[in-house]
């Protein structure tokens, strides 16, 4: 496998030609002078938490890694050997907007295909084994450095360890080695086999990107079809006759289920409906609350007075163009259907920047508009700065 470079100014159209979802690269400087976002103890502190989910994987052989999931307590960490471990942090995006802004250093692949950003502490000579992915994945550095290793491409076939508790690779097969510092970043395309380790104490910061299977893709548009589907829509025998055997299960009958059935797969409309709110959906739904019962006179009110409304730091939003006249708004898993008119507003509400000042404004001039920030807000999709 080629090793390769660039630097922080590079083209991102041709990062994407010649290297996203092909070849791991190296980004040099990606972000220069980059200092953390938040500490190792802060982190450990956030791996305490019921909420956020977390992992502590040390490493006691080559052959044996443990793992631990949290919530952790502060005993948990002082019993901790002094090197050979790391701590894993999901999704710190959703609690420190600071971290949440990293995402828009990747602002050239779709935001719906951002999955989260996970941070890992590791401690000297630490690591999580070689592994791969089935994702892509930038691997930002932070505090101290890593050396990553690169290796063969997985598949299904690939054999695992039994051994360890981590899904492993039971052979690493290396065609690079380098070492990253504060700010370089190494993307990693999916099913690439790598391997980091801690030279010293460091901070990983771990931008993933979501890739649905086409299995979890059959399977939820499936469902979704049979949610939608009519008790009476039925199998039906084709011009009955006496048949040669009883026994047979003959081809016209299958071959008329089958079109049946791929009838019912090939409805484009319901499957933009359907994708764009399974691309949504929250990773965390759990943290987005709706607002108590209050009544609707003092949340509009509430908007009037608000100096801007955000999204929620675990909500999802986008949006599809179904043809010339309709725009469809996906939020969090739920769909809206809306004139193709209030399309500028549309998008500028699916930006994960505020809305405020006069732009706040113009909305609410919008009754369509209107009606669907306080929709959003009593769902818990917005929130009032």
Avoid at 172 to 192: M, N
Avoid at 313 to 319: G, I, L, Q
Wanted: hydrophobic letters at 40%; a negative charge; charged letters at 25%.
């Amino acid at each position: 496998m080629k090793f390769n470079v660039i630097r922080a100014d590079f083209d991102r159209a041709e990062f994407l030609e010649k290297y996203w979802q092909k070849e791991p690269v190296i980004i040099r400087q990606l972000i220069p002078e980059f200092t953390d976002l938040i500490s190792p103890e802060e982190l450990a502190g956030c791996a305490c938490e019921e909420l956020v989910e977390s992992r502590v994987i040390t490493e006691f052989t080559p052959d044996d890694y443990q793992l631990q999931n949290g919530p952790f307590t502060e005993k948990d960490f002082t019993g901790l050997p002094e090197e050979n471990w790391t701590l894993l942090v999901q999704a710190m995006d959703q609690w420190f907007e600071e971290i949440a802004n990293l995402r828009e250093q990747f602002n050239f692949v779709p935001s719906w295909r951002v999955d989260d950003v996970m941070i890992s502490f590791a401690s000297n000579n630490a690591g999580v084994g070689p592994h791969f992915d089935n994702y892509d994945v930038f691997l930002l550095q932070g505090m101290g450095r890593r050396r990553w290793r690169v290796g063969q491409r997985c598949d299904d076939a690939t054999a695992l360890r039994d051994s360890s508790q981590v899904k492993l690779l039971q052979d690493f097969i290396q065609s690079a080695e380098y070492e990253l510092e504060a700010g370089d970043a190494l993307y990693i395309p999916p099913r690439v086999a790598h391997w980091g380790t801690s030279l010293g104490d460091s901070l990983c910061y771990s931008i993933g990107f979501r890739a649905p299977s086409y299995g979890e893709m059959l399977e939820g548009f499936s469902d979704f079809l049979i949610r939608s589907s009519k008790s009476e829509d039925r199998f039906e025998d084709p011009s009955p006759h006496i048949p040669a055997d009883v026994n047979e299960i003959d081809s016209h009958s299958l071959d008329l289920s089958f079109q049946a059935i791929k009838s019912q797969l090939e409805q484009p409309l319901l499957f933009k409906q359907w994708f764009g709110c399974h691309v949504t959906q929250a990773k965390y739904p759990e943290l987005i609350e709706p607002l108590d019962e209050e009544s609707l006179e003092v949340l509009e009110a509430a908007l009037e007075d608000a100096s801007s409304v955000s999204h929620h730091p675990s909500s999802r939003f986008a949006y599809m163009s179904v043809d010339e006249q309709q725009l469809l708004l996906f939020v969090d898993g739920n769909a809206a259907l809306f004139d193709q008119s209030l399309s500028g507003m549309l998008k500028r509400l699916c930006k994960s920047t505020a809305i405020s000042g006069d732009e706040l404004d113009e909305f609410l001039n919008i009754p369509t508009i209107r009606e669907l920030l306080l929709k959003l807000l009593t769902e818990g999709s917005l929130i009032i700065d």
